[in-house]
């Protein structure tokens, strides 16, 4: 039966889909993990659907939603800090290297609800300069 429902989506020109025969799929659709803006895919190209539904729990497991508010955090940073940007590319891409090797802290800090510290620490960190003015709002 899939061999004929395969031909037939073949003959009409459409994919098909049939996560546990590959030879009669045309794709492999990934097993997902979203938190917000973050996603994160997992696939075996159809040869493992079983490892990527188990990669799939484990990560869902351990990404709680503090990895979206620190998405919709470094987001909002960004958003509004690029356009005037205060260093040259280089300095620019070693601050945010800098905020991200504190990413376990600022995950700390967002599971504790303290969403307003982890944006005054990432402002700080891509300009020492910036006030607080700018830390203002909730993520969540």
Known sequence: MRAEVFAEAEAERVLCNAVDDVDHCHF??????????????????????????????????????????????????????LPHRPADFATWAERWRAVLNREEELLDLLAEGRIGEVKARVYRALKPATTSAHCSGSVR
């Open 28 to 81: 492999a659709v990934p097993s997902i993990v979203r938190r917000g803006e973050l996603l994160l895919a997992i696939s075996t190209g159809g040869r493992a659907p079983a490892l990527a539904k188990r990669l799939r729990r484990r990560l869902s497991d351990e990404l709680g939603w503090e990895w979206e508010a620190l998405v919709d955090v470094l987001g909002e940073v960004r958003d509004a800090t």
